[in-house]
């Protein structure tokens, strides 16, 4: 079991930055591929990006790409999606997920965090 918990979220004006932070425990994240996905109310849950377990790749969905940045600590068992550039249509929950390595499914997602961009 791996029990993730977001944080950094908030309120910036458009064109502002924020980073988020995924804090792992339970296990060693260092064996599982983290991704990052963003809701906004009454729309299905998004891919924004997601990391291979050794950090050695990164994808980002077309609405991101070149504007935030996926990484991650293995030591701190921690991920990070860097977002520059912000728009309000960034404006979601954003959600943290772990997906072991044998595996082709999102098994493990924190509670979210809020980001709002203001126009």
């Known amino acids: 079991q791996v029990q993730l918990v977001e944080s950094g979220g908030g309120l910036v004006q458009a064109g502002g930055s924020l980073r988020l932070s995924c804090a792992a425990s339970g296990r060693s994240m260092s064996t599982y591929h983290m991704g990052w996905f963003r809701q906004v109310p009454g729309k299905e849950r998004e891919f924004v990006a997601w990391i291979w377990w050794s950090g050695s790749s990164t994808y980002y969905a077309d609405s991101v790409k070149g504007r935030f940045t996926i990484s991650r600590d293995n030591a701190k068992n921690t991920v990070y999606l860097q977002m520059n550039s912000l728009k309000p249509e960034d404006t979601a929950v954003y959600y943290c997920?772990?997906?072991?390595?044998?595996?082709?499914?999102?098994?493990?997602w924190g509670q979210g965090a809020q980001v709002t961009v203001s126009a």
């Open positions: 997920a772990a997906r072991s390595t044998d595996r082709n499914k999102w098994d493990y």
